[in-house]
């Protein structure tokens, strides 16, 4: 099997988590970390 393009890719989740934590802040974005959600 030799796709034309990747079929998927694979991230460290940490590393991967903590930099969209910096993107977002950058954004303007409140992060609420240790908080249950309730509702969405």
């Known amino acids: ?3 034309p393009e990747p079929i ?3 991230v460290m989740r940490q ?3 903590q930099w969209l934590v910096e993107r ?3 954004a303007g ?3 609420h ?3 249950t959600v309730v509702d969405i």
Request: glycine share 6%; hydrophobic share 40%; aromatic share 6%.
């Open 24 to 26: 977002v802040r950058q």
């Open 33 to 35: 970390e240790g908080e």
């Open 15 to 17: 590393h991967f988590d």
């Open 8 to 10: 998927a890719c694979m």
């Open 1 to 3: 099997m030799n796709p």
């Open 29 to 31: 974005t409140a992060i």
